[in-house]
């Protein structure tokens, strides 16, 4: 069975979660895109024979040697073709040579959830039969009154052009014609408890948070597989690039930052009750289109007033501005992130992260040793308290370490020392100009008035 080739072209019906599925062009088998006829490639040919329910071509194809986990642009496999258009012939001689079970797409879709959509009862129940496992998502509710009001539909969210923005973390996305931000817990986590709690855990964060510097949740995915949690995309990428690329940050700079983080931590400190973040560093801090910092990636942030089950890893945060309280696995409130907060205001200004040279794992033994990283920067750089300020929110004591509430006030404070300092430098120079444009227009003048007596002289 041989037809004109394609470039792109759509097999029956899309997987249950692919954006658009109800397009009137969904159904076409083949589009034709140039006039050269070519042979068909035989992968091609076999998804083909399953949707048209061709079971001589598929055997044949299987015979000759095709793989029948074959997947096409969009990560289906025949089985899915098949288990989309309900035909239970192709779906079970599929699984007879050998088709997976329970494949994804690049949406998340496998062909039981196709069926389903679809409401093909007879191949649910064969693939049922086979072994299939429905992915239900653990958030699943059994009443539609029950669904939160925050979830939002994933067909609406598409992933043909994504790329990971954090590894393993935040993937982009289109919502809506929007970019943004997907975290999503693929299937194989489903099972894992701790993983779905943290899920969960970071859902009933993000749904209190509400504030200019703190990364906007938009949505969630909790009623279908995979789950996923969407916030705002900001495009310029987070602090530790930032900090890469430009390294040393001028001090009014790294000060006009560091408020900006603090407000967006003093906002979660003072929710009721305040929400520990657990794991701030410059890789979950992020820049949005006018240059001001956001606080993001709550994945291991909690509630005060929760009791923790177990000691946080390196594997769950960065150990490089863990505080020392965390590490030595002792209780711990708010104060842990004002530790961090005071580690990132120094890297700002030093231009390179904490104890740089020392491995990642080696750096909390470093801090429970109450050591600190080394001001190597000039005096000036850390001028009008900013020094003390730093030392006083890496306090061994956390008790001692001011709140971010304080830390705002004094950086109010130390930031406008700096502003005014450099509007100070500036002034002699402006007065200068003006003194310049002022005898440059008295001279002028004077030559003006030199002409008009010459004439006055010579008509007389």
């Known amino acids: 069975m041989e037809t004109k080739a394609a470039v792109r072209f759509t097999l029956g019906k899309q997987s249950s979660m692919a954006p658009g599925r109800h397009d009137s062009?969904?159904?076409?088998?083949?589009?034709?895109?140039?006039?050269?006829?070519?042979?068909?490639?035989?992968?091609?040919?076999?998804?083909?024979?399953?949707?048209?329910?061709?079971?001589?071509?598929?055997?044949?194809?299987?015979?000759?040697?095709?793989?029948?986990?074959?997947?096409d642009t969009d990560g289906r496999t025949a089985l899915h073709v098949a288990a989309c258009n309900g035909l239970t012939d192709v779906v079970s001689l599929l699984l007879d040579r050998g088709s997976e079970l329970d494949p994804s797409d690049c949406w998340g879709s496998t062909p039981l959830a196709d069926a389903t959509y679809y409401k093909k009862h007879d191949v649910i129940k064969l693939l049922e039969k086979r072994g299939a496992k429905p992915l239900m998502a653990p958030m699943h509710v059994r009443h539609a009154r029950e669904v939160p009001e925050y979830?939002?539909?994933?067909?609406?969210?598409?992933?043909?052009?994504?790329?990971?923005?954090?590894?393993?973390?935040f993937h982009l996305a289109l919502w809506r014609s929007i970019?943004?931000?997907?975290?999503?817990?693929?299937?194989?986590?489903?099972?894992?408890?701790?993983?779905?709690?943290?899920?969960?855990?970071?859902?009933?964060?993000?749904?209190?948070?509400r504030h200019p510097n703190v990364v906007q949740f938009l949505g969630a995915v909790t009623q279908s597989s995979p789950m996923m949690i969407v916030t705002e995309y900001l495009p310029k990428g987070d602090l530790r690039a930032f900090l890469k690329k430009k390294g040393a940050l001028k001090p009014i700079t790294a000060v006009r930052f560091a408020l900006d983080i603090a407000r967006g931590m003093n906002y979660l400190?003072?929710?009721?009750?305040?929400?520990?973040?657990?794991?701030?560093?410059?890789?979950?801090?992020?820049?949005?289109?006018?240059?001001h910092l956001k606080v993001a990636d709550f994945g291991v942030s909690k509630?005060?007033?929760?009791?923790?089950?177990?000691?946080?890893?390196?594997?769950?945060?960065s150990c490089r501005y863990i505080a020392p309280e965390v590490y030595k696995n002792e209780e711990y409130d708010t104060k842990v992130d004002v530790f961090s907060f005071a580690l990132i205001l120094q890297e700002m200004i030093e231009g390179c992260p904490p104890f740089s040279a020392k491995q990642e794992n080696e750096v909390p033994k470093v801090y429970a040793a109450k050591e600190?990283?080394?001001?190597?920067?000039?005096?000036?750089?850390?001028?009008?308290?900013l020094k003390e300020l730093i030392e006083e929110c890496w306090s061994e004591k956390p008790a001692k370490r001011p709140t971010f509430r304080q830390v705002l006030?004094?950086?109010?404070?130390?930031?406008?020392s700096f502003a005014h300092k450099r509007r100070w430098k500036v002034r002699p120079l402006r007065c200068f100009q003006n003194l310049e444009a002022i005898l440059k227009k008295d001279h002028s003048n004077g030559r003006s008035r030199s002409r008009s007596s010459r004439s006055t002289a010579e008509s007389i």
């Open 372 to 385: 600190r990283p080394p001001f190597n920067s000039p005096a000036k750089h850390y001028a009008h308290g």
């Open 25 to 71: 062009t969904a159904a076409a088998a083949v589009e034709e895109t140039d006039d050269v006829e070519r042979p068909m490639d035989p992968e091609v040919r076999l998804m083909y024979s399953a949707n048209e329910g061709d079971l001589d071509g598929i055997r044949e194809l299987l015979d000759s040697g095709v793989n029948v986990n074959f997947k």
């Open 409 to 416: 006030t004094r950086l109010e404070s130390i930031h406008n």
């Open 179 to 209: 970019q943004v931000a997907v975290k999503r817990l693929e299937e194989e986590l489903i099972s894992d408890e701790e993983k779905v709690k943290s899920f969960r855990d970071e859902l009933a964060l993000l749904q209190k948070i």
């Open 269 to 291: 400190h003072e929710n009721k009750p305040p929400i520990i973040h657990r794991d701030l560093e410059p890789s979950n801090i992020l820049r949005d289109d006018s240059g």
């Open 151 to 169: 979830e939002i539909d994933p067909k609406e969210i598409d992933f043909t052009d994504s790329v990971e923005i954090t590894k393993g973390t």
């Open 303 to 317: 509630l005060m007033t929760v009791k923790e089950d177990r000691p946080l890893t390196c594997q769950e945060t």
